[in-house]
């Protein structure tokens, strides 16, 4: 579960750390507190452009055109007047061995609030050592599913109680199997055909003596049994 939430430079939200406790958490409060801003730092500490490449701000009631305008609209717009560049969210969470995972995400931006770079700490926790250990940040998703969620399923998790209802009546049916398709792996495996595909293709081009009709008559082929 989540242990603990960081948060710097995020809307209207002045820096501040929430400890959280195993089980069901909610946020409460007045129009314009905040609560939906907490929720959106969760899901882009989290994932990064996963959330929005996975839908996933959508699915929990959320919006986001894309990663780089989600960003922008999340910056604290008046951040730059006080000497900072960037929006900062650290999210810690804890297994039940004693082992935890630590995420820190920055954002910088430029003068006129327009994003430019990101940075990622991924750490792990060992209750043996009783230290931290930076890890490759290619590591997180393997870390993700083994101490909270995969994007595709936090929807289920991390939602905009005000919206419940709306979320309610949609038609999960997509939803559900696109969370399927992505935990089996089948998006990877088409992705993987599609590049071995394109490989082929260009090698037979580059090789003297080819057939560039033969091989136009190949890749149509291809494509038909995609389909």
Known sequence: HIKQ???TGVRNLKPL???FSPGFNAFYGENGSGKT???EAIYVGLFGEEAVNHKSLDRAGLKA???GHFLETA???LANQEGSDKMEVIIESSSEEGSALRITRKWFFNRNGKYNDQKIIVEIYSPLSKSWKIQSDELL???LEKYLTPPWLAPFFFFDGEKIAVLADEDRCNWISDGLTSLLGVVLIK????QLS???MKKLRESGGSNEKKVDAIEKEINKKKK
Request: aromatic share 20%; no cysteine; hydrophobic share 30%.
């Open 5 to 7: 939430l960081d948060i």
């Open 17 to 19: 750390r929430l400890h």
């Open 37 to 39: 801003s907490l929720l």
């Open 65 to 67: 055109k894309s990663y």
């Open 75 to 77: 910056f604290y717009k």
């Open 141 to 143: 998703p393997s870390f």
């Open 191 to 194: 992705e993987l055909r599609s």
């Open 198 to 200: 394109n490989y082929s």
